[in-house]
């Protein structure tokens, strides 16, 4: 077997705030009737996380668990476990009205790191990024620029971004113009 | 700039979130459908002069369709709520006759 | 003349010196200056020439409301015409040019437009040059547009970078003198979000040249105070050199930040488009002062008399050395008083009201300022600079009285709020009598999204001209904008400022009132565009009573300034005309932005490679390196062919397409849509989807399908595979993937939400490759165990396959006609296929092919192709395609429109092939005509090409059209004319050119 | 009516152009027209003028709730041209063109009609195949257009970037005597030919009721009291849907605003307007040197003329990529426009459910450049009850699925 390789294979851009392309990840869309026992528990297994509540991620050890929408979510486990992670999940799920479909190819992840991830965001999309507003646990499907995107904090410096396999191209153009040095705004705390 | 509030997602986002997707509570008429009837589910507008109905879909964001009672003169939002119903909720009709006495809409009041 | 004063200058950084040039001349400033600020050190009066009569002009203001002072700027690549001089901060090594004249500003050929001023009046060209016809584009117009125009056209793209953000406060807070500073505090002291912006590089505002006192101290240590303890506070934000652009609806609100206009060496963006959304906004923008309309208000060193008080006191610039003061108001007296205390001469106060001044008249008197009551301007003498002015009577009709000689003229004609903040988007105004302005009303503000009033005005932009009255609106308006947005207000005291003794200004419209035509005809009001007095009464004469009419008719307003000294004034001049009360006339309407924005701060990050997204499959890279000639498909880049070595585009086609047919292509078709549809009601669903019958389908088979709107059109096609019982993986076309998952989605979401079925779009998870041609499956054999024989994976199924030992399912369909299988690998090893069935294929002479070839191949086989058969006004009966139409179903989307009777007309044109008769390609788009004409004199038309191609296969043009009864005229020749008229005649034959029985396909 | 000329204007310039008359009357309303046009915009007014000029009807008045030419005609982009696919359309759009040409001596006044060329960019090789096809058609309809290659473009427009990164230009449909006219001076025009054949322009007039009996339009109700009639023409964008709903049918259309903006005038750079439709992007250059520039409409239905500000942006950033030069432009004013979009994009002129009423609309982001074709085409359909400019346009064709359909040349309807 070939050795998979994500979309821009790690690249990495030093600017006021860091930005990088991550390798690849398990991911599996999983849409059903969020409110169903065995469907928690399915998730549970999977990723060792608790159903996120709206607009939530929740983070385990060895995997994440994203809420997108009242019947959707999103697993996040490591890449090479992905085919067993379904196969579990859809036994699990015998029987019910489900649908669990691997998308980690169909996908690119970046990390924003540094003091100013916020401003680097609020940049290129229209979310209220204040403390407040927006911390750990807070999962935004929202647009970056012109392509829809969805991000969270893993902590106070560091965001991480989920695009489209095809457009890794734009949003790291994207992200590295934003995070240009001379760009700083000094807007949040 | 309208702003919106996703009654799937709950987010209240900008415009530039969502995808307007023209009068809400059509009926569809498929085949055995009169000429007129069919004529009016696909053409008929009420293009109202305030309050109105209209879909919008929460297309950079949970992708989900809801309904927004809106008046396009002043563009103050009444309310939102999902799409998976075919007559205006009670809830929603009080919030828009609070604003708007009176007002009827289609074969809506 | 005009010159540096060494004991003022309260913005300046005199340690800091700075070097510019004007039209060539080296000049020099100091940090802190303007523009204008720094001309009129070095004497520069003369700044430019009117757009119309090119008349010198000279500065008159010294903020946004600047009509004349606008520069080109720098060079090359950042070069850009119309920077207003009064609001450009002056840095070192700015290069300034003025703008409209030739061949030189100081003699402009264009002046004599001047002598001619008497013909050209408001809307002599609606009048005239109407014969001959032809002048008007050849000669008039251009000499017309060459006239007109202000700054040079830039020529470089822009070197620098742009970009936007996104921020969300509780209350914005537009302007930063003292009032917007006063909202600001009082609202944040509540706990709420604030964000102040100043469009200058200095807070305070007006006041701390006007002087006074708040607290018992001055004005601008309570400046001072109040800025320091904002920046103290962790949900305050301020920002100068951001200026209120524009309100827009739901609380929006537009910051124009100029990063770095200031130091253009500065790394960073130069402009940043701040895109706030507020809870309230607070507009403390301030007032503007009104010239006033007397003859010779034009000439340069006739200047507001802010600009003159704010020129001496903010930049130590003296704008004369003998300054006459004209007025309707107290305000001005400051002027008069501030420069007599620098040491200038004050020669007069003319007032032209009776009573005169209050207590500020007794200060202007006691420093032995003349002051004349009831006088006049009758005219100001001099052209290129102020040589003194003519007195008259006010109430007279302009009999000189005396002349005083003066080289410079300050203007005071009151106060207009700044309400164009207030008035973007829906604030109403009303007119104050008293104060001779328009205000806001505030009972009829904006409403924002839940219906609440959203903007709330403070200060002198809400009529409260003085500073105490000023900063208890302020207070007032910071509290009310906490409250609104949920936050509780504490008691507080308001500032106490001290509060001036003023008398009364006066309505003085035209000076003096009884001003005769001659008078009228050299009394300005829009400096910029040369719109006089008696052009607006002359437009009132002719009809034009709306003040829309009369703005557009005469132009006054429509400048660059955007008429923020020249629309009141005018609109008192039309009401007057009229004989009626100015509420009457009505108002003039204002649009964003509040001064011009950059168009490079508008368009942000969005320029060169991030312009828009491109979307590039997992094979990009490849065709990249490999000569691929990419055209734009949807937001997709494809190769439209693969260029070898002095290869053109047509004979790289024709060598794939051979290659292919005779033994192996490739085909990165990746970007194929890819939708999972399941559940119980998976095939139900489908079935109303596609107009063909998809619930009958086998798992493991594929079905070709066809989708059409509810309008009944053909909207995509695509094979179908039926992956098990619940589950189907449905292919759409390249650019409908988004298109048709939406569309499938907004079925299931509002009509029928009942059935039980989940889609996702699967499109990018998969790496998609078409191995096409006789040789394709013995390379694939090298590289996988799996049957995928003739009867191991037949024609139109699919199967599970490891294929260079990659998870891969292989479908066995073709688009081109040849044994074809399409192989769908997770996207990050599609490359790595892709390299592995390149090596396998070697001995095939593999060659990758693009979209063209693509597409000939697909005509030779007659089949259609979304986009060029259809085109959104085609229906599947008109391809012939009844096949594909189940009848057995009750109801699909589309059935019921396709009932209706244009849509059954027998005479709709129908798909055929065509052949040209000598062998050549049909022009693309042809038509078919037929005889005669139609009622509009139109050559009647029976059909039209819909692709049309060389074949290399058949060595010929190859055409499918449709055309009036085309299935029934098999042999007919038929002429397709070209544009130029000459004939094109081809047979009409069945659209399957190729292989019509599919053996080579099903092998 | 005093006729206009240079020689008039030397004339009054020597009493100080004290002897203008008005341009058109103001008169009060009479009791009865024989016919009504709703709406004194381009259309409205045209309508009247031909009315009077080719069918001798000239007790005619034409009422305006506020100013006239306030509404689409004073807020569109100016742009003139008739290179449509559909037959339908190509003859209504180059009998307007055509129209133009000689507008300015036909009314006597000068409406600044710049047959500059108007330049349709081809940016991706659908377009390349959509406009190939338009000129053939147009070839076969009398509207001369013509395919270029990216260098006659260039040639033509040397401000543009042929190479962007996104969207190369592959070449263009060019119309070369399409171009622009004074807006403001085409509703002028009219109304003071209207007004010097006796026809009533009356401003401040608002139609609140259509009033009927059996079946039959008779008059109006208006805000200065009633009016009689024996025909009425709707005429009214941006409120069809409402005046409609006043003589009690529904339309298929929708509201919405769409928007335009102009940046600081500047010396001659571009001598033609160029449409770019992939990236939504229009532009030319006024007689005064402002770059005038026109985008795209909103989804919703909007009643304001407020438009949202993203619309502009996405508008001014397509423009910075096509004209680079446009980055260092500033926008000087924005603003927006109700446009009425049918189902099928194409305007509605047609006799309406009421017997004696007709309605002219639904001319989406495009109706200033049919001003005249519409108003001949309109009047003849008012007066005769046919017009071969309108057969097509009729409100039937919704029922029939009988569509115009001009996006399907890649090209969208402005």
């Known amino acids: ?189 | ?109 | 003349m005009s010159t540096r004063l060494s004991n003022s200058g309260r913005l300046l950084n005199k340690g800091r010196a700075m070097n510019f040039t004007f039209n060539g001349k080296r000049m020099s400033g100091f940090e802190g200056d303007t523009l204008a600020s720094a001309l009129l050190a070095n004497d520069q009066m003369l700044v430019g020439r009117s757009f119309k009569y090119h008349r010198p002009r000279g500065i008159v203001a010294s903020g946004a409301e600047e009509p004349n002072a606008l520069f080109n700027m720098g060079e090359g690549s950042k070069f850009e015409p119309n920077q207003r001089a009064t609001t450009t901060e002056l840095f070192d090594g700015c290069k300034l040019g003025s703008q409209n004249h030739w061949p030189s500003l100081e003699f402009d050929v264009g002046a004599v437009n001047n002598k001619l001023g008497r013909f050209l009046t408001a809307g002599f060209y609606y009048k005239m040059f109407m014969h001959p016809r032809p002048l008007w584009k050849h000669v008039y117009e251009p000499i017309i547009r060459q006239s007109a125009g202000l700054g040079k056209a830039p020529k470089d793209r822009d070197a620098d970078k742009y970009e936007h953000f996104y921020a969300y406060t509780d209350v914005a807070v537009v302007g930063g003198g003292v009032a917007g500073l006063q909202a600001a505090l009082v609202a944040a002291k509540t706990g709420a979000r604030v964000l102040v912006m100043e469009q200058t590089a200095h807070w305070g505002g007006r006041a701390p040249v006007d002087g006074g006192t708040v607290n018992g101290e001055p004005v601008d240590k309570f400046v001072d105070q109040i800025v320091s303890e904002l920046e103290t506070m962790s949900n305050v934000t301020i920002r100068t050199r951001m200026m209120g652009s524009g309100v827009y609806d739901h609380g929006y609100l537009l910051g124009y930040e100029r990063v770095n206009d200031h130091q253009p060496e500065a790394k960073g963006p130069r402009h940043r488009l701040w895109r706030i959304r507020a809870g309230q906004i607070i507009t403390a923008t301030g007032a503007i002062e009104r010239p006033i309309s007397f003859a010779g208000n034009d000439i340069p060193g006739v200047m507001l008399a802010s600009a003159v008080r704010d020129y001496a006191v903010n930049y130590g610039v003296s704008v004369g050395d003998r300054t006459v003061v004209v007025t309707n108001n107290d305000d001005a007296y400051r002027t008069a008083i501030a420069l007599k205390n620098l040491g200038l001469d004050v020669p007069a106060i003319i007032d032209a009201r009776s009573g005169g001044a209050g207590a500020l008249g007794d200060e202007a008197r006691a420093l032995g300022i003349r002051v004349e009551n009831g006088k006049g301007i009758a005219k100001v003498k001099g052209y290129k600079r102020v040589e003194g002015v003519a007195i008259c009577s006010q109430a007279g009709e302009g009999a000189v009285l005396e002349e005083i000689a003066c080289d410079a003229v300050a203007m005071s004609g009151g106060w207009s709020p700044v309400v164009h903040l207030w008035s973007h988007c829906g604030g109403k105004l009303y007119w104050d009598e008293a104060q001779a302005h328009f205000r806001p009303d505030v009972d009829k503000a904006p409403t924002g999204a839940a219906g609440e009033a959203f903007v709330i005005v403070a200060g002198s932009a809400n009529g409260y001209l003085d500073l105490a009255a000023g900063l208890a609106d302020a207070d007032a308006a910071g509290k009310a904008a906490a409250k609104a947005v949920g936050k509780k207000v504490a008691k507080s005291d308001v500032p106490a400022a001290e509060a001036t003794d003023e008398a009364a200004s006066e309505a003085i419209w035209l000076m003096p009132q009884g001003a005769n035509i001659k008078l009228r005809m050299k009394s300005w009001l829009d400096y910029q565009n040369d719109v006089k007095v008696s052009d607006i009464q002359l437009a009132a004469r002719e009809g034009f009573e709306s003040v829309e009419h009369a703005k557009r008719y005469t132009t006054l307003g429509m400048a660059t300034d955007q008429g923020k000294l020249s629309n009141i004034n005018g609109l008192a001049i039309l009401s007057d005309a009229l004989n009626q009360p100015i509420p009457q006339t009505g108002t003039t309407t204002f649009r964003p932005p509040y001064t011009p924005i950059s168009m490079g701060a508008i368009a942000g990050e969005a320029r060169g490679e991030i312009f828009q997204p491109i979307r590039k499959t997992p094979i990009h890279s490849w065709n990249e390196e490999n000569g691929a000639d990419f055209e734009p498909v949807g937001a997709w880049r494809r190769p439209y062919t693969y260029l070898r070595d002095g290869e053109d585009r047509h004979s790289a086609v024709i060598r794939e397409i051979d290659q292919t047919r005779s033994s192996m292509g490739l085909l990165d078709a990746s970007t194929l849509g890819k939708l999972i549809v399941k559940g119980p009601d998976a095939g139900k669903f489908l079935d109303m989807m596609y107009t063909n019958m998809m619930s009958t389908l086998k798992p493991g088979r594929c079905r070709y399908g066809l989708m059409c709107n509810e309008n009944g059109f053909l909207m995509d096609d695509g094979v179908v595979a039926r992956i098990d019982d619940d589950t189907f993986l449905c292919h759409t076309t390249t650019g409908g993937a988004e298109n048709i998952h939406g569309h499938m989605e907004e079925w299931l979401q509002t009509e029928w939400w009942d059935l039980k079925v989940y889609v996702a779009n699967v499109t990018e998870q998969f790496a998609q490759i078409a191995v096409v041609g006789p040789n394709g499956r013995k390379a694939m054999e090298k590289l996988t165990e799996d049957d995928i024989s003739a009867e191991g994976l037949p024609f139109m199924a699919f199967k599970d396959i490891t294929l260079a030992g990659i998870s891969a399912r292989a479908y066995r369909i073709s688009f081109s006609g040849e044994l074809s299988y399409e192989i769908a690998v997770p996207a990050s090893q599609g490359r790595a296929l892709w390299d592995a069935l390149l090596e396998a294929g070697a001995e095939f002479n593999v060659m990758p092919y693009g979209t063209e070839g693509l597409h000939v191949m697909r005509a030779e086989k007659g089949f259609i192709m979304i986009g060029d058969e259809t085109d959104g006004t085609v229906i599947p009966q008109d391809l012939n395609m009844q096949w594909a139409i189940s009848k057995k179903k009750e109801d699909y989307l589309g059935k019921r429109a396709q009932e209706r009777s244009y849509m059954t007309d027998p005479t709709r044109w129908k798909l055929v092939g065509l052949e040209t008769t000598d062998g050549s390609v049909l022009s693309e788009g042809a038509y078919a005509v037929a005889p005669g004409e139609n009622a509009n004199g139109q050559r009647n038309v029976q059909g039209r090409v819909t692709s049309t191609y060389y074949s290399p296969t058949l060595k010929r043009g190859i055409a499918m059209g449709l055309l009036l009864n085309g299935p029934d005229r098999m042999g007919e020749v038929v002429d397709f004319p070209r544009v130029d008229g000459t004939s094109v005649l081809a047979k009409v034959v069945d659209p399957i050119f190729y292989d019509k029985d599919g053996e080579k396909q099903n092998v | ?414």
């Open chain 4, 1 to 414: 009516m005093k006729r206009y000329s240079a020689f008039a204007v030397v004339r009054e310039a020597l009493s100080y152009h004290m002897g203008w008359e008005r341009a058109w009357a103001s008169p009060e309303p009479k009791k009865k027209y024989d016919a009504i046009i709703i709406g004194a915009g381009g259309h409205g007014l045209a309508t009247a003028y031909y009315l009077g000029k080719n069918h001798g009807i000239k007790n005619v008045a034409v009422l305006e709730k506020g100013w006239l030419g306030g509404g689409n005609t004073g807020r569109n982009t100016t742009i003139i041209r008739s290179n449509y696919l559909q037959d339908a359309s190509a003859a209504l759009y180059e009998k307007a063109r055509s129209l133009y040409e000689t507008m300015s001596q036909d009314l006597n006044y000068n409406v600044m009609f710049s047959p500059r060329g108007v330049i349709m960019l081809a940016q991706t090789e659908h377009e390349v195949r959509g406009y190939k096809r338009t000129a053939q058609a147009n070839a076969l309809q009398g509207v001369t257009t013509e395919f270029i290659s990216p260098q006659r473009v260039k040639e033509i427009v040397p401000i543009i970037n042929l190479d962007g990164p996104r969207y190369p230009v592959l070449g263009g449909l060019w119309q070369a005597r399409g171009g622009t006219a004074r807006h403001d001076a085409v509703a002028w025009g009219y109304a003071r030919a209207c007004s010097a054949m006796g026809m009533d322009v009356i401003q401040k007039c608002e139609v609140t009721s259509i009033r009927q009996e059996g079946g039959k339009v008779v008059g109006v109700s208006t805000n200065r009291g009633d009016i009689a009639c024996d025909k009425l023409g709707i005429v009214v964008a941006g409120h069809s849907g409402h005046v409609a709903d006043m003589a009690g049918f529904r339309l298929p259309i929708e509201s919405v605003s769409l928007q335009a903006l102009v940046s600081e005038p500047i010396k001659p750079c571009m001598d033609c307007v160029v449409m770019a439709n992939t990236v939504h992007g229009y532009m030319s250059q006024s007689d005064k040197g402002e770059m005038v520039i026109g985008g795209g409409a909103d989804g919703y239905n909007n009643y304001t003329q407020r438009g949202s500000f993203h619309h502009a942006e996405e508008t001014v950033r397509a423009l910075c990529e096509t004209f680079p030069m446009v980055s260092r432009l500033k926008m000087l004013r924005q603003w927006g426009g109700i446009v009425d979009m049918t189902g099928d994009r194409s305007p509605i002129l047609s006799k309406a459910p009421l017997d004696g009423v007709f309605i002219n609309c639904g001319w989406g982001t495009g109706g200033f450049k049919a001003i005249p074709g519409s108003g001949w085409g309109f009047a003849e359909l008012m007066a005769r009850g046919y017009s071969p400019l309108t057969e097509q346009f009729g409100l039937d064709r919704f029922k029939e699925g009988r569509f115009i359909d001009e996006s399907v040349a890649a090209g969208v309807a402005h």
């Open chain 2, 1 to 109: 700039m309208l702003i919106l509030e996703c009654p799937y997602c709950g987010v209240t986002a900008e415009e530039t979130e969502f995808h307007g997707g023209g009068e809400a509570h059509i009926k569809r008429y498929g085949p055995g459908s009169t000429e007129e009837e069919f004529n009016n589910y696909l053409f008929a507008k009420v293009n109202p002069k305030g309050v109105h109905f209209e879909r919008w879909r929460h297309a950079n964001g949970c992708g989900k369709w809801f309904h927004a009672a809106r008046n396009t003169v002043t563009l103050e939002v009444y309310g939102t709520y999902t799409a998976q119903t075919s007559d205006i909720p009670q809830d929603i009709k009080d919030k828009v006759s609070a604003k708007v006495p009176g007002w009827s809409w289609r074969e809506f009041e």
């Open chain 1, 1 to 189: 077997m070939s050795n998979p390789v994500s979309a821009l294979q790690g690249a990495a851009y030093d600017g006021y705030v860091k930005v990088e392309e991550l390798g690849l990840r398990g991911m599996i869309t999983v849409r059903g009737n969020l409110a169903s026992t065995k469907l928690k528990n399915a998730v549970k297994a999977a990723t060792g996380a608790a159903m996120p509540k709206q607009r939530q991620i929740s983070i385990a050890d060895e995997g994440a668990v994203a809420w997108m929408s009242p019947d959707e979510l999103l697993l996040l486990v490591s890449y090479d476990k992905v085919n067993e992670v379904i196969a579990a999940f859809e036994e699990a799920m015998a029987g019910q009205h489900f649908l669990a479909v691997n998308v980690s190819d169909a996908r690119a992840m970046f990390r924003l790191s540094g003091d100013k991830v916020r401003e680097v965001i609020a940049k290129i999309s229209p979310v209220d990024m204040a403390q407040d507003e927006f911390n750990t646990g807070d999962f935004r499907r929202t647009r970056m620029a012109q392509i829809p995107a969805a991000f969270w904090m893993a902590d106070e410096q560091t965001v991480e971004i989920i695009c489209f396999r095809s457009v890794a191209d734009y949003a790291y153009g994207l992200l590295k113009d934003a995070a240009e040095p001379g760009g700083e705004i000094g807007i949040f705390g």
